[in-house]
T-cell receptor
Framework: GAGVSQSPRYKVTKRGQDVALRCDPI?????LYWYRQALGQGPEFLTY????????KSGLPNDRFSAERPEGSISTLTIQRTEQRDSAMYRC???????????FGEGSRLTVL | LAKTTQPISMDSYEGQEVNITCSHN???????ITWYQQFPSQGPRFIIQ???TKVTNEVASLFIPADRKSSTLSLPRVSLSDTAVYYC??????????FGAGTILRVKS
């Protein structure tokens, strides 16, 4: 597609439910990054992939969070047993190569009740 | 990863030049310096990137001294629409890219 696409744009869920957030990067982009952003804060690194390989997952807060990119394109960030503190904007970005230029999607706003 | 330090906020008036400085004392040899702009309710957007000396594009200039321990983003003749958060990232472009807290720039009329 023309840009990075994220879905759903908005997700409201109850505590304890699992959620899956999807990211469709710009076609051909090698790297894909996940960030979480709270109001008034900078984006917090979660994890990133080169092709299908997860290169760094040091930012994932705990083992309820996981991410995959099985075919080196679309990625899914999964949060199991959601908690209220998981409420945030989740942002995905892709990068063509080692350019350092990230292209961000519109984000997925998660609200856990 | 190099730690970055930026002012929390800056105020300016329309038509002025704005310079935002970022400190990154432990920058590594392979690290580049990249600046992003973020408007409310939008994702960050790439502005400019450099390794050393000066880089200029249609929106900004980036000045990097020889020791590379700091960098300055220069926005010429700002307008109200330049009100945003500006982030300085320092890192190896093929690796983990970490955002700091950013600088809130408020442009007033």
């Amino acid at each position: 597609g023309a840009g990075v696409s994220q879905s759903p744009r908005y997700k409201v869920t109850k505590r304890g439910q699992d959620v899956a957030l999807r990211c469709d990067p710009i076609s051909g982009h090698v790297s894909l990054y996940w960030y979480r952003q709270a109001l008034g804060q900078g984006p917090e690194f979660l994890t990133y992939f080169n092709y299908e390989a997860q290169q760094d997952k040091s930012g994932l807060p705990n083992d309820r969070f996981s991410a995959e990119r099985p075919e080196g394109s679309i990625s899914t960030l999964t949060i199991q047993r959601t908690e209220q503190r998981d409420s945030a904007m989740y942002r995905c970005a892709s990068q063509a190569g080692n350019t350092g230029e990230l292209f961000f999607g519109e984000g997925s706003r998660l609200t856990v009740l | 990863l190099a730690k970055t330090t930026q002012p929390i906020s800056m105020d300016s008036y329309e038509g002025q030049e704005v310079n935002i400085t970022c400190s990154h004392n432990n920058i590594a040899t392979n690290d580049y310096i990249t600046w992003y702009q973020q408007f409310p309710s939008q994702g960050p957007r790439f502005i400019i990137q450099g390794y050393k000396t000066k880089v200029t594009n249609e929106v900004a200039s980036l000045f990097i001294p020889a020791d590379r321990k700091s960098s300055t983003l220069s926005l010429p003749r700002v307008s109200l629409s330049d009100t945003a958060v500006y982030y300085c990232l320092v890192g190896d472009r093929g690796n983990k890219l970490v955002f700091g807290a950013g600088t809130i720039l408020r442009v007033k009329s």
